[in-house]
């Protein structure tokens, strides 16, 4: 037996439970089975086991998780639970650490809703920056509900308090049932292609979560998503929110709240035209009456009565800025003429040619150097000298340095 070997108990649970932790598999996981040994602690802790038919497993609910159920698990409850495995290390005991609980009924329609959710946020349905902005005036309404439902009564009937005479278009859909989804979404198609509808209310009244399931579908999120025309998703009461509403360009608490969201208030409208003409005439009015002013200035200087006299002011202030504009340019020219005859005669100063012209030559040895002094070439070597015309080829006979 190797003492090295040899843990203490307390130091074997701290192994297990960290061999646990270390299993990413294990930190995160639902489990489908039923409850059983509940019971709930005086401090709001949830104790319970989590079993089947093979294999049980002991579970807690830490009070912080637990005031967010909504309902009270109970014994023989199939549910499916959320949470991570690790060790009740006083028991050395493996234990799942729960939080979250949901009935499996609805736990699987819940998971499969996410999974829906998780695949459209994906493909941008829901982005914020898609929505478009309701028209302000549409020149008719969409409506896809049922033709016996509350849902197209409340539309109407809003519509045409607020906006008497707006047209309302129904697309006659089934909005529970297996063929709902399609007839839904074949309406938000059929409408989007009239010219005479600007926006598209999809609406159904309130219902269990079962009920609106077809506005939680992935037909009807793409039919909405590919609509050419702003979507109003009016479905369910307040409380409920489904897919439909999330990729909709809006969500309207209710069908009601759809049709006030759709049009404004007729009266308003024309109470606001009223003002604005009333603002227009008083602002042209003003301008009028401004003008009318001016006129009279104008006619009472004399300017209207004799106008070629009114004119010869400004004929003869004119003829005396020509002059004195002639006289600048003038003056300018000038100037300018000296400074370029300036320059010119500079120029001719330090000209080679003409320093030739007054008698001077260059001389440059066989290698086309110019020479400075006698010592540069030899007695007989051919030198050349540069006239200010012509030039000569010589040959040396004869030279005297005066050494400077």
């Given at each position: 037996m190797c003492?090295?070997?040899?843990?203490?108990?307390?130091?074997?649970?701290?192994?297990?439970?960290?061999?646990l932790?270390?299993?990413?598999?294990?930190?995160?996981?639902?489990?489908?089975?039923?409850i059983s040994?509940?019971?709930?602690?005086?401090?709001?802790?949830?104790?319970?086991?989590i079993?089947?038919?093979?294999?049980?497993?002991?579970a807690v609910?830490?009070?912080?998780?637990?005031?967010?159920?909504n309902?009270l698990p109970?014994?023989?409850m199939?549910?499916?639970?959320?949470g991570?495995?690790?060790?009740?290390?006083?028991?050395?005991?493996v234990?799942?650490?729960?939080?979250?609980?949901?009935?499996?009924?609805?736990?699987?329609?819940?998971?499969?809703l996410?999974?829906?959710?998780?695949?459209?946020?994906?493909?941008g349905?829901?982005?914020?920056?898609?929505k478009?902005?309701?028209p302000?005036?549409?020149?008719?309404l969409?409506?896809?509900?049922?033709p016996?439902g509350?849902?197209?009564?409340?539309?109407?009937?809003?519509v045409?308090?607020?906006?008497?005479?707006?047209?309302?278009?129904l697309?006659?859909?089934?909005?529970?049932?297996?063929?709902?989804?399609?007839?839904?979404?074949?309406?938000?198609r059929?409408l989007?292609?009239?010219?005479d509808?600007?926006?598209?209310?999809v609406?159904?009244?309130?219902?269990?979560?079962?009920?609106?399931?077809?506005?939680?579908t992935?037909?009807?999120?793409?039919?909405?998503?590919?609509?050419?025309k702003?979507?109003?998703?009016?479905?369910g009461h307040?409380i409920?929110?489904t897919?439909?509403?999330l990729?909709a360009?809006?969500?309207?608490?209710?069908?009601?709240?759809?049709g006030?969201?759709a049009?404004?208030v007729?009266?308003e409208?024309?109470?606001?035209?009223?003002?604005?003409?009333?603002?227009?005439?008083?602002?042209l009015?003003?301008?009028?009456?401004?003008?009318?002013?001016?006129?009279g200035?104008?006619a009472?200087?004399?300017?209207?009565?004799?106008?070629?006299?009114?004119?010869?002011?400004?004929?003869?202030e004119?003829?005396?800025?020509?002059?004195l504009?002639?006289?600048?340019?003038d003056?300018?020219?000038?100037n300018k003429?000296?400074?370029l005859?300036?320059?010119s005669g500079k120029?001719?100063?330090?000209?080679?040619?003409?320093?030739?012209?007054?008698?001077?030559?260059?001389c440059?040895?066989?290698?086309?150097?110019?020479v400075?002094?006698?010592?540069?070439?030899?007695?007989?070597?051919?030198?050349?000298?540069?006239?200010?015309?012509?030039?000569?080829?010589?040959v040396?006979t004869?030279?005297?340095?005066?050494?400077?």
């Open positions: 003492a090295d070997r040899i843990l203490k108990v307390s130091d074997l649970a701290a192994l297990l439970q960290k061999m932790d270390d299993r990413p598999e294990l930190s995160n996981l639902w489990v489908r089975g039923e040994n509940f019971k709930k602690h005086a401090a709001g802790h949830l104790y319970f086991s079993k089947d038919e093979k294999a049980a497993v002991r609910m830490f009070k912080s998780r637990a005031w967010s159920l309902f109970r014994d023989g199939d549910c499916l639970v959320r991570y495995v690790s060790l009740y290390p006083r028991e050395v005991m234990q799942f650490y729960v939080e979250e609980i949901i009935p499996a009924g609805i736990g699987l329609q819940h998971l499969a996410e999974e829906i959710k998780k695949k459209l946020q994906e493909k349905y829901f982005a914020p920056e898609r478009r902005p309701l302000f005036l549409p020149r008719g969409g409506v896809v509900t049922s016996t509350a849902a197209i009564r409340d539309i109407h009937h809003v045409q308090r607020r906006y008497p005479g707006m047209p309302v278009i697309y006659p859909a089934l909005v529970q049932g297996d063929k709902a989804a399609q007839e839904v979404a074949e309406g938000l059929m989007g292609a009239r010219e509808i600007d926006v598209i209310i609406a159904r009244g309130g219902g269990s979560m079962e009920d609106l399931g077809v506005f939680n992935e037909t009807v999120a793409e039919a909405v998503f590919k609509s050419p702003p979507v109003i998703s009016a479905v307040e409920d929110y897919i439909t509403d990729v360009d809006v969500r309207a608490a209710t069908p009601t709240a759809a006030e969201l049009v404004p007729k009266d409208l024309f109470k606001a035209l009223d003002k604005s003409r009333e603002k227009l005439y008083h602002v009015q003003n301008r009028l009456e401004r003008e009318r002013m001016r006129l200035y104008l009472g200087s004399g300017a209207l009565n004799s106008p070629a006299r009114w004119l010869r002011n400004y004929q003869e004119l003829a005396k800025q020509e002059v504009l002639f006289d600048l340019l003056g300018y020219l000038r003429r000296h400074e005859q300036v320059a120029l001719q100063s330090l000209s080679p040619l003409d320093t030739l012209a007054r008698g001077f030559s260059i440059k040895d066989k290698n086309g150097r110019v400075f002094r006698a010592s540069q070439v030899e007695l007989n070597e051919t030198v050349g000298i540069q006239l200010f015309s012509g030039r000569l080829e010589c040396v004869k030279k005297e340095d005066s050494g400077e």
